[in-house]
């Protein structure tokens, strides 16, 4: 009896080794499982949030482009500050009337209600009357972002005299809540963008673009203030425009009036006394 116990004490005490170490390994086992599907459950908690943040971030943009303006045609009268490169700055009166993708016509009258300049602009073609040098310059649709430092063409131009937002897209990736209004950063193919609008009303206060080509270093920023609703859309009556490149360029828009579709007129005749740049 006693050697039969002696050779069953081995095997007793393997079978407990192996029992134990069964138990232990599941206890492992189990650990590892348990902070795997936590850290599974915490990532998908992660793609959730940023889920709903990037649902948000598209609602508050769609609802500031909800008020682009669609017309027609538009005429308006503005006071107008340009300050040129050199820091000089000239206050003009200025008339403008668009016919959609069609045409823009502007006159700029300074003091005394002297006519100086008057624009005909196309989809291909720029055209200029200078009435105090009595010259006409003609030049393809390029020469807008020449002038301007901007990639502008008429249909661009036409929305930023309206008042609807240029070069932007939706390719918006955080934001940030403050002070009544709600911002959103990201970037396209060609910008870094801030886009900032009013939270309870979504209408545009200002946006920021910087490209990211390195070897411009352009800034463009775009205000919109003093909104008023007469004819069905928002319009902003108050705009600046600033660049920044190798020039900086600024821009105020104080409309005076304006109307949506009317009948228009553009008169543009070219008096043969004129000089032909």
């Known amino acids: 009896m006693k050697y039969s116990l002696l050779r069953t004490l081995p095997v007793l005490l393997i079978a407990l080794y192996t029992l ?8 492992i086992q189990t650990a590892i499982n348990t902070r795997v599907d936590s850290v599974a459950l915490i990532q998908q908690a992660m793609e959730a949030a940023r889920a709903d943040s990037l649902r948000y971030i598209r609602g508050q943009y769609d609802s500031a482009m909800g008020h682009r303006i669609d017309f027609v045609s538009f005429s308006g009268k503005m006071d107008l500050e340009y300050e040129e490169p050199d820091g000089k700055k000239l206050n003009i009166n200025a008339q403008v009337r668009m016919q959609k993708d069609s045409l823009i016509w502007i006159s ?8 100086g300049v008057r624009a005909c602009i196309t989809p291909d073609s720029v055209k200029v009357l200078d009435k105090q040098n009595k010259t006409y ?5 390029a020469y807008l972002q020449e002038i301007t430092a901007l990639p502008l063409d008429l249909r661009s131009l036409q929305d930023l005299l309206i008042g609807n937002p240029v070069f932007l897209d939706s390719a918006f990736y955080t934001y940030t809540r403050g002070n009544g209004t709600i911002s959103l950063q990201g970037s396209n193919a060609w910008f870094r963008q801030l886009l900032t609008i009013g939270e309870s009303d979504k209408l545009i206060s200002s946006y920021k673009l910087d490209d990211l080509d390195e070897n411009r270093r352009r800034t463009s920023y775009l205000a919109y203030a003093d909104y008023e609703n007469k004819f069905g859309p928002w319009f902003a009556r108050r705009r ?9 360029l600024s821009i105020r828009l104080n409309y005076k009036q304006y109307a949506f579709n009317e009948t228009l007129s553009f008169p543009f005749a070219v008096p043969k006394n004129y000089k032909i740049e």
Not at 137 to 141: A, D, K
Not at 240 to 248: I, L, M, P, R
């Open 20 to 27: 134990s170490g069964c138990r232990a390994t599941r206890k």
């Open 108 to 115: 700029l009258t300074a003091i005394f209600g002297i006519e």
């Open 137 to 141: 310059l003609v030049r393809s649709i």
């Open 240 to 248: 600046t425009v600033q660049v920044a490149e190798k020039k900086n």
